[in-house]
């Protein structure tokens, strides 16, 4: 079994697994540090390659993000002023832990629609019996 701490709701905090987990596991996080893979880039392009995030959502991930130690910050005074982010080493080595599951997805994407579907189907049988 992988090493899952199992701690009382009082000492959670203290579990090293959902420590970790907390904060790199959503989808925000896990989009923004891949988005950094190839090397540093600014704001913006952070935000054009994910897309649908709000600038707010994308900057308060950032913040977490280089809290935690995945990626630095850096400000060019311009004129005009430009902010850019890049992978730390810690950053780049969880990198590397996401491409298999992104592999993953990508392989699978059809098995989980098919799978969602019939699920739905069954579901919507159910609802419509008295």
């Known amino acids: 079994m992988l090493p899952i701490t199992i701690t009382p709701e009082d000492d959670s905090g203290l579990c090293p697994v959902r420590a970790v987990l907390a904060s790199v596991s959503g989808k925000w996080q896990s989009l923004i540090l891949l988005s950094l ?4 880039l ?34 060019d005074a311009g004129p005009p002023v430009a902010v850019s982010y890049e ?35 069954a579901a919507d049988g159910r609802a419509e019996k008295p």
């Open 87 to 121: 992978l730390t080493d810690l950053g780049r080595s969880l990198v590397e832990v996401y491409k298999p599951l992104v592999l993953w997805a990508a392989e699978h994407i059809g098995t989980v629609k098919d799978a969602r579907a019939r699920y739905d189907a």
């Open 42 to 75: 600014r704001f913006s392009a952070v935000k054009r390659a994910i897309g649908d995030i709000t600038q707010r959502v994308l900057t308060e991930n950032l913040r977490s993000l280089e809290r935690d130690g995945y990626l630095t910050r850096s400000v």
């Open 37 to 40: 893979e190839d090397g540093a």
